[in-house]
């Protein structure tokens, strides 16, 4: 299939807010975009080599870019019902993206139109969820429904599969470390996994509360590998040397609701608190383990509109997000 290319003047820019919390020391900077294309939840984005931010819309069926530059938005069109839920963009400019209703990972060379696409090889990894490389380039992903994760090796397009053992266990979020090796929550039960990338062995790890939820999740530079808990509105932090874990409640609690996360150059862990209106950024200083900013998300101002996934762009000191009110937003961190 070879995808449509439409390209857009400039809407008008959403907002811009600068904030410093009551509680906090951080200045954070917030601008959106209003996406052109209504209803198509905006989400997943990524920052390719030259500046440029990728993004799917997971109900419009698309794949997007933005030139913040500009404010142009380029798009390009997917198969209808492909539900892309997440992209990546290799050193190449090729576009990776997770077809999610329709089974697949699909490639994207955004100078040709063209997409190839790379089937799961078992029926029961229906729907690929978040993508992440790891450093020699390769992709692991999770799996959520069907209960994956999984490996596609670039240098022969194959993918290999691992179940997580147990009903539900639901793989989300993903980070790899240095070692290759993937990190992911089981947003299902209360057990971050690894995966041996030389040997596909599982482990697992337990959260010391049974009704834990980890739903996205960071590591800093010390190893220790950080988590979101969804369901009872907590920051966790797991020692993978120890299993030691270790947790501090959200700003707003039980009603927080804790989403996106992404970590930056500094070991600081920022989150979105999706359950309060509007969503809040928060930064967290993981050397005072303290909460140093919550800065209200301006497009979340009349509704519960959910930040769900962020990622962090250290040559400019950024935080990229897409929301449910159909914006793309950053947040430009102070020191």
């Given at each position: 299939?070879?995808?449509?290319?439409?390209?857009?003047?400039?809407?008008?820019?959403?907002?811009?807010?600068?904030?410093?919390?009551?509680?906090?020391?951080?200045?954070?900077?917030?601008?959106?975009?209003?996406?052109?294309?209504?209803?198509?939840?905006?989400?997943?984005?990524?920052?390719?080599?030259?500046?440029?931010?990728?993004?799917?819309?997971?109900v419009g069926d698309y794949v997007a870019m933005l030139d913040p530059?500009?404010?142009?938005?380029?798009?390009?069109?997917?198969?209808?019902?492909?539900?892309?839920?997440?992209?990546?963009?290799?050193?190449?400019?090729?576009?990776?993206?997770?077809?999610?209703?329709?089974?697949?990972?699909?490639?994207?060379?955004?100078?040709?139109?063209?997409?190839?696409?790379?089937?799961?090889?078992?029926?029961?990894?229906?729907?690929?969820?978040?993508?992440?490389?790891?450093?020699?380039?390769?992709?692991?992903?999770?799996?959520?429904?069907?209960?994956?994760?999984?490996?596609?090796?670039?240098?022969?397009?194959?993918?290999?599969?691992?179940?997580?053992?147990?009903?539900?266990?639901?793989?989300?979020?993903?980070?790899?470390?240095?070692?290759?090796?993937?990190?992911?929550?089981?947003?299902?039960?209360?057990?971050?996994?690894?995966?041996?990338?030389?040997?596909?062995?599982?482990?697992?790890?337990?959260?010391?509360?049974?009704?834990?939820?980890?739903?996205?999740?960071?590591?800093?530079?010390?190893?220790?590998?950080?988590?979101?808990?969804?369901?009872?509105?907590?920051?966790?932090?797991?020692?993978?040397?120890?299993?030691?874990?270790?947790?501090?409640?959200?700003?707003?609690?039980?009603?927080?609701?804790?989403?996106?996360?992404?970590?930056?150059?500094?070991?600081?862990?920022?989150?979105?608190?999706?359950?309060?209106?509007?969503?809040?950024?928060?930064?967290?200083?993981?050397?005072?383990?303290?909460?140093?900013?919550?800065?209200?998300?301006?497009?979340?101002?009349?509704?519960?509109?959910?930040?769900?996934?962020?990622?962090?762009?250290?040559?400019?000191?950024?935080?990229?997000?897409?929301?449910?009110?159909?914006?793309?937003?950053?947040?430009?961190?102070?020191?």
């Open positions: 299939m070879r995808a449509l290319a439409i390209l857009l003047a400039a809407p008008a820019l959403l907002s811009t807010t600068s904030a410093t919390a009551a509680l906090a020391q951080q200045a954070v900077e917030i601008r959106e975009w209003a996406v052109p294309w209504a209803d198509s939840r905006p989400r997943d984005p990524y920052v390719d080599s030259r500046g440029r931010v990728w993004f799917v819309g997971q530059q500009s404010g142009q938005f380029t798009k390009y069109d997917l198969d209808k019902g492909a539900g892309p839920h997440n992209l990546i963009v290799d050193k190449s400019g090729i576009v990776w993206y997770a077809g999610n209703r329709t089974a697949h990972i699909g490639r994207l060379d955004p100078s040709t139109k063209a997409i190839r696409k790379i089937a799961m090889p078992d029926s029961g990894a229906r729907d690929p969820h978040t993508l992440v490389f790891d450093p020699k380039g390769d992709i692991w992903f999770t799996v959520q429904g069907g209960g994956y994760v999984g490996k596609l090796t670039m240098a022969d397009q194959s993918v290999k599969l691992v179940k997580i053992p147990g009903s539900g266990t639901r793989p989300y979020g993903i980070v790899v470390d240095p070692q290759g090796r993937p990190w992911f929550n089981e947003f299902g039960t209360n057990k971050i996994g690894t995966i041996d990338p030389a040997t596909m062995a599982l482990k697992e790890y337990d959260l010391t509360d049974a009704g834990a939820r980890g739903r996205r999740i960071a590591r800093t530079s010390d190893g220790a590998v950080w988590y979101v808990d969804y369901a009872r509105g907590f920051l966790g932090r797991l020692d993978p040397a120890t299993g030691k874990v270790e947790e501090w409640a959200a700003p707003s609690a039980g009603s927080s609701r804790p989403y996106a996360m992404t970590v930056d150059d500094s070991d600081r862990i920022w989150y979105v608190e999706s359950g309060v209106v509007p969503n809040q950024l928060v930064a967290f200083d993981t050397k005072a383990k303290k909460v140093v900013s919550s800065t209200p998300i301006p497009s979340n101002g009349a509704s519960r509109n959910t930040v769900r996934h962020m990622i962090y762009h250290a040559p400019t000191k950024s935080i990229w997000f897409g929301t449910d009110a159909g914006t793309i937003g950053r947040a430009r961190l102070g020191s």
